[in-house]
């Protein structure tokens, strides 16, 4: 059986010329980039010449470039980092109700350390309105934080917006950007954002690496603490092949990125006509423009997306219900309650993320067989029959 993968939201396989640029730094270029020796100084030369390309895919300066261990690394180092360096100044962070828990988590713990965040609320479609948060900035605030696209709906936030009015108003403005970077343009200037976050293996790098984005001349904290690495920033070893990898990654979207995206987002609207004519009581979650190229999310009523997701699975079909984050718990995900979406509902999600090797016959196959499995499923649901 042909196996369909539709969840590169959650991760994307490696590119195999990304595995092609990061093989020898695993065995014949192992150097430490911190030795002075040749075979550090190679080693240094690999990671540099990663962070020149990530920098300009960005369009940021190299030396505003930290390597992390990924996008939950980068976005605590962000909320800590600017909190420890700030704390003095205010004590008011302003996020959204419907970001990763890679922001919501550092979020929680800072407030049992005193900190006030303001959680905002979105619209039906997701988003965010920059008037509010404009609203809610006040002498105390040191941070904004506001996810460029959400994982789980796909929309995509008025990220330049609010980063002209945190730049008026002289506030500091972190932006996750794990599922955009490598998808559509992303620009740290054109959005106005002084840090930013993303992870490689989103956009067909490795795990376990990714970046910080700090704009010269922010105050923040280090993270982790040890040598000197990255600037003094980021203490540990430099995952030189993994840096390597995102290196290359980000090279081969900058290549590829805006025909990728023509060419997903085309399937993507396929896959929402085609599900919502075919099956009744389903409904799209998300902006219906404003959203990522490659995201699909939809609710259907009577369902638990767990079973959905077991009969695609067994039709080889790989999806999501919810984040991958999420799906192991049972409550139900709280980006689809903070749109609105009713309990009973938002159990009954299923997402469908594409990517670089998704077909035009891998959507077409997903409209045939869906409708057959919720019609079965339906008939099974009591809550179903007495309607
Ligand atoms: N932020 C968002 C929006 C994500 O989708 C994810 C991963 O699903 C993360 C952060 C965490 O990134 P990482 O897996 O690199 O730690």
Same mark, same amino acid.
Request: hydrophobic share 35%; net charge neutral; aromatic share 6%.
């Given at each position: %059986?042909?196996?369909?993968?539709?969840?590169?939201?959650? =991760? +994307?396989?490696? $590119?195999?010329?990304?595995?092609?640029? %990061?093989?020898?730094?695993?065995?014949?270029?192992?150097?430490?980039?911190?030795?002075?020796?040749?075979?550090?100084?190679? +080693?240094?030369?690999? =990671?540099?010449?990663?962070?020149?390309? &990530? +920098?300009?895919?960005?369009?940021?300066?190299?030396?505003?470039?930290?390597?992390?261990?990924?996008?939950?690394?980068?976005?605590?180092?962000a909320l800590f980092g600017m909190f420890g360096a700030l704390e003095k100044k205010g004590n008011h962070i302003i996020t959204s109700s419907i970001e990763h828990h890679a922001i919501s988590e550092p979020?929680?713990?800072?407030? @049992?350390?005193?900190?006030?965040?303001?959680?905002?609320?979105? $619209?039906k479609n997701g988003l965010v309105d920059p008037r509010e948060v404009l609203k809610s900035i006040t002498e105390k605030t040191i941070l904004i934080s506001i996810?460029?696209?959400?994982?789980?709906?796909?929309?995509?936030?008025?990220?330049?917006?609010?980063?002209k009015i945190a730049k008026e108003k002289a506030v500091a403005f972190h932006t996750d950007a794990v599922q955009t970077v490598g998808h559509i343009p992303v620009n740290v200037n054109d959005l106005n954002v002084d840090l930013l976050s993303l992870s490689a293996h989103k956009f067909y790098g490795p795990k376990g690496v990714g970046a910080l984005y700090i704009r010269k001349g922010t105050r923040i904290n280090k993270f982790l603490?040890?040598?000197?690495?990255?600037?003094?920033?980021?203490a540990s070893t430099s995952n030189v092949s993994g840096i390597v990898g995102l290196?290359?990654?980000?090279?081969?979207?900058?290549?590829? %990125?805006?025909?990728?995206?023509?060419?997903?987002?085309?399937?993507?609207?396929? &896959?929402?006509?085609?599900?919502?004519?075919?099956?009744?009581?389903?409904?799209?979650?998300?902006?219906?423009?404003?959203?990522?190229?490659?995201?699909?999310?939809i609710s259907l009523e009577y369902i638990e997306g767990e079973s959905m997701l077991l009969h695609l699975d067994?039709?080889?079909?790989?999806?999501?219900?919810?984040?991958?984050?999420t799906s192991s718990s049972l409550e139900p995900s709280h980006v689809l309650l903070a749109?609105?979406?009713?309990?009973?509902?938002?159990?009954?999600?299923?997402?469908? =993320?594409?990517?670089?090797w998704t077909k035009k016959s891998d959507i077409d196959y997903l409209i045939e067989v869906l409708p057959g499995i919720i019609d079965r499923l339906r @008939?099974?649901?009591?809550?179903?029959?007495k309607k």
């Open positions: %059986m042909e196996r369909i993968y539709l969840d590169y939201a959650a =991760t +994307a396989p490696c $590119d195999p010329l990304v595995l092609e640029a %990061m093989k020898p730094y695993f065995s014949e270029k192992f150097g430490n980039p911190s030795s002075i020796h040749s075979f550090g100084q190679e +080693a240094k030369k690999a =990671t540099e010449d990663s962070r020149l390309i &990530l +920098a300009d895919f960005l369009g940021a300066k190299p030396e505003e470039i930290v390597f992390t261990s990924g996008g939950t690394e980068s976005s605590n180092f979020c929680k713990i800072l407030e @049992k350390r005193g900190c006030a965040v303001t959680y905002l609320k979105v $619209d996810m460029h696209a959400n994982n789980e709906i796909g929309v995509i936030e008025p990220i330049a917006e609010i980063g603490h040890g040598g000197d690495q990255e600037r003094g920033l980021r290196g290359k990654a980000a090279a081969l979207c900058k290549e590829k %990125m805006a025909q990728e995206a023509e060419f997903q987002s085309g399937l993507r609207d396929v &896959l929402i006509k085609g599900l919502l004519a075919r099956i009744e009581k389903s409904y799209l979650n998300g902006h219906p423009s404003l959203r990522l190229p490659n995201n699909v999310n067994m039709l080889g079909i790989a999806a999501s219900t919810g984040s991958a984050c749109i609105g979406l009713p309990h009973e509902i938002a159990h009954g999600s299923l997402r469908f =993320t594409l990517g670089r @008939k099974m649901s009591p809550l179903y029959e």
